[in-house]
């Protein structure tokens, strides 16, 4: 089992950067892919983008559009999301899952994520 919790959201004004954590705990995460999604009220579950288990970064180019970068920490058992030029259309709940590493991973599919975080918020003010 693994658990992620995510932080580092909160209220920001437009323009500003965050960078929120994605902590796991009751496994390594080396082995995995890390998924970054968010969910503003009313609308579906949008991909964010993803950093695999060998460390390479896939984005969703529509939403973020050079904006927000993925990292990760194997020592820390941590991965990241850099959020920068932050715009009120990114107001959110943020989400991180964890997924076994393999080829051919379809990031933005939800059900290939074995284990999820409880999300933390990210508001961004006009």
């Known amino acids: 089992q693994v658990q992620l919790v995510e ?3 909160g209220l920001v ?5 965050l960078r929120l954590s994605c902590a796991a705990s009751g496994r390594t995460l080396s082995g995995y892919s890390i998924g970054w999604f968010r969910q503003a009220p009313g609308k579906e579950r ?4 993803a ?13 973020v559009k050079g904006r927000f ?3 990760r920490d194997n020592a ?6 850099h959020m920068n ?14 997924g076994p590493g393999r080829w051919g991973m379809n990031y933005k599919l939800g059900t290939e994520y074995s284990y ?3 999300g933390t918020q990210v508001t961004v003010s006009s």
């Open 7 to 9: 932080s580092g959201g």
């Open 13 to 17: 004004q437009a323009g500003d950067s």
């Open 46 to 49: 949008e991909f964010v983008g």
């Open 51 to 63: 950093i695999d288990w060998r460390g390479i970064s896939i984005y969703n180019a529509d939403s």
């Open 69 to 71: 970068t993925i990292s």
């Open 76 to 81: 820390k058992n941590t991965a990241y999301l």
């Open 85 to 98: 030029s932050l715009k009120p259309e990114d107001t959110a709940v943020y989400h991180c899952a964890a």
């Open 116 to 118: 999820w975080g409880q």
